[in-house]
């Protein structure tokens, strides 16, 4: 075991690495943190407000920024790396800077990794493996084969396969973990649960994509992020870690959730066009992870994690109202 104690958290003004800076600050107020953020759309300094500025620190920064990572990473023991164009959505739009932020950035990352000898951590997506069919019971595994559908979870996928190659070839001290879809607080609009809560808020009618049967896993943020720490501190270096909490629901589900959580017909939603190459079905199987580092998600009632991410968006209406019309008006843009 390994405690770090001044870590950089790239993207740590974004929905995960927030969850992440805030856990840290609460549960380990030993370990420094420096946050490192481009802030593009989906960051915001805001998210650290509150936090003892002793303890983090935010540098605003592009991770594809060599010159920059020369000043930035020396002193650092770890890198928890979280900056990355996200959204498939956005991808299949431009994918120009998915390629550049997950691929070139994440390039950029690990030759400062070897530069100065720090400890790396990769946090990835399911989404590599690509997709199942829903008769399919099978999960994904470590091992499986990279499947990637996207441009966003093909960039994710190139950026794996880097970090495999500088820890194998350049011996970097490296681990990868790919977690199924995360929920929570702080979670951009754009996003298909925060977008249905928020659009039933300001009275507009949640999209369902397609006809709503494809499966995605579900993990809450707040398991997700204990689960990095625990890689972090007591992960095998070299290592791959599924982080799933065994909650495979169709998103017709999830959207059934949300409108009768907040008191809406069961009916209140309009359906889409599909999104183009859809995938059908993310599972995953989280017992290497959990029977190795005995973590163990405490999110296990969907509905209870549901309804308190639901109070959230109600509480912080000033944290995504400023985003919401433009997110919006980029989804009418994109047809
Ligand atoms: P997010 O889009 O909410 O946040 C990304 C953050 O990275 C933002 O703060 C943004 O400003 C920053 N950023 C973007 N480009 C940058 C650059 N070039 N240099 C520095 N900072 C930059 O994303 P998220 O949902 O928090 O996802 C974080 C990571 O977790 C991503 O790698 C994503 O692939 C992965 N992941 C997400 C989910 C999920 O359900 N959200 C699931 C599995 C894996
Ligand atoms: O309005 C919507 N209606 C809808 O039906 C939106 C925004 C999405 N959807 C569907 C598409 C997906 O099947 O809901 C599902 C979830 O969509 P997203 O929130 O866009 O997530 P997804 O594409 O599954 O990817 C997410 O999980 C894996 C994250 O955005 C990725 O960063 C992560 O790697």
Redesign the pocket.
């Known amino acids: 075991e390994h405690v770090p104690q001044n870590i950089l958290v790239t993207g740590g003004c974004g929905f995960i690495g927030t969850n992440f800076v805030h856990m840290v600050a609460e549960e380990h107020p030993e370990t420094h943190v420096t946050v490192l953020d481009k802030l593009s759309y989906a960051g915001n300094p805001e998210n650290l407000a509150g936090l003892d500025r002793g303890q983090i620190d935010l540098v605003v920064g592009d991770i594809c920024d060599a010159a920059m990572l020369d000043e930035v990473v020396p002193g650092h023991d770890a890198i928890v790396n979280f900056a990355a164009e996200?959204?498939?959505?956005n991808s299949i739009a431009d994918p120009g800077p998915f390629v550049e932020t997950n691929i070139v950035g994440t390039y950029q990352l690990l030759e400062a990794v070897r530069k100065y000898d720090v400890r790396y951590h990769h946090v990835s997506?399911d989404?590599v493996y690509g997709d199942m069919a829903l008769e399919d019971r099978r999960r994904f595994e470590p091992d499986d084969p990279y499947r990637p559908s996207s441009p966003y979870s093909s960039t994710k996928a190139a950026s794996d396969l880097l970090v495999r190659a500088w820890c194998r070839t350049y011996g970097i001290r490296a681990t990868i973990s790919n977690s199924s879809?995360n929920y929570g607080p702080y979670q951009h609009v754009?996003?298909?649960?925060p977008?249905t809560i928020t659009n039933i808020l300001t009275g507009r009618r949640p999209?369902?994509?397609g006809m709503?049967r494809?499966v995605?896993d579900w993990i809450h943020v707040e398991d997700h992020v204990h689960a990095l720490w625990d890689i972090l501190v007591r992960g095998r270096i070299g290592e791959t870690y599924l982080v799933g909490a065994r909650c495979e629901m169709s998103?017709a589900e999830v959207l059934g959730c949300i409108l009768r959580l907040m008191g809406e017909p069961e009916d209140a939603y309009d359906k889409v066009a599909e999104?183009p190459g859809?995938d059908v079905r993310y599972a995953i199987d989280p017992s290497k992870f959990e029977e190795e580092l005995g973590w163990k998600p405490v999110h296990t009632d969907f509905e209870a994690g549901m309804r308190s991410t639901i109070a959230w968006y109600r509480e912080h209406e000033l944290w995504w109202k400023p985003v919401k019309e433009q997110t919006e008006r980029r989804y009418e843009a994109m047809g």
């Open positions: 996200s959204h498939n959505d997506t989404e879809n754009e996003k298909f649960v977008r999209k369902l994509y709503g494809n995605r998103n999104r859809h």
